[in-house]
């Protein structure tokens, strides 16, 4: 196991190998209200990035997203502490990820239409992530704080209706939860089936981009097929298309 992960987990051993997928019963990440130990070590340098990084994309915003410290997984449960940082940590972190200094978790809703197609978003050319196609889903903020921890599913909704105009509670069925990692970067997915068409459901979204003033997104496109090469993925997407058409079959 790589060490970006393995000196932020309790035990090391019960973790599944890197972008091996693996079921999810439970999550439970507690945030806690004082500043992350690599955001209080490294400002200058997230600082220096930041401004660099505005200078090239001026369109980006600094808001307060959520880095998780620490992690662990026993019996099917994630469990964690993470702290209110800003992007530009974020930002900063990703660039180098320093061993055992933070593991960023999000969630990834997974819609699949009724003739089998996983519906995915490509980004704006003025994000974060550039020409990156991926399913509608964003970091955990602070919104996403439920009674002290995070809150997955909200967080999942929320992004998917922001970026998209689809509602996950239209979802005719919803599968549990899954995970992966890679490189400090933890995946929890479900999957949410509509009774919809892919050229239905990416006609709605077509319309929400139209009336959205600052979307996010240029696209939406239909994916039916695991071929890793045909869009400029992240690294979590291949492995996932990859088990979704398998697990479709």
């Not at 980006?60 to 964690?80: E, F, K, P, Q």
């Not at 999000?106 to 996983?118: E, H, K, R, W």
């Not at 399913?135 to 998917?160: F, H, K, Q, T, W």
């Amino acid at each position: 196991m790589p060490d970006s992960l393995s000196r932020m987990t309790s035990n090391i051993s019960e973790w599944p190998d890197e972008d091996v997928i693996f079921p999810v019963g439970r999550i439970d990440v507690r945030v806690v209200d004082t500043p992350h130990p690599y955001y209080l070590s490294h400002r200058a340098e997230v600082a220096a990035n930041w401004e660099e990084e505005v200078a090239a994309n001026p369109a980006l915003y600094d808001g307060r997203m959520l880095l998780v410290r620490a992690l662990r997984i026993r019996d099917g449960r994630i469990s964690g502490e993470c702290h209110a940082v800003p992007f530009s940590a974020l930002l900063l972190w990703r660039k180098t990820r320093p061993a055992g200094s933070a593991i960023h978790l999000f969630g990834l809703p997974v819609i699949v239409s009724s003739d089998g197609a996983v519906i995915a978003i490509r980004m704006g050319l003025h994000t974060a992530n550039p020409g990156r196609v991926y399913c509608a889903a964003g970091s955990l903020d602070p919104e996403d704080i439920r009674d002290g921890y995070c809150d997955l599913d909200g967080n999942m909704a929320r992004e998917v209706l922001e970026e998209t105009g689809l509602s996950l509670s239209d979802a005719v069925n919803v599968s549990g939860y899954y995970g992966l990692h890679d490189q400090g970067i933890v995946t929890v997915f479900r999957l949410y089936h509509f009774a919809a068409t892919a050229a239905e459901l990416i006609e709605r979204i077509a319309a929400h981009i139209a009336a959205d003033p600052e979307p996010e997104i240029d696209t939406a496109l239909a994916i039916r097929t695991a071929d890793p090469e045909q869009y400029h993925y992240p690294p979590f997407m291949p492995p996932i298309l990859e088990w979704v058409f398998n697990t479709m079959r």
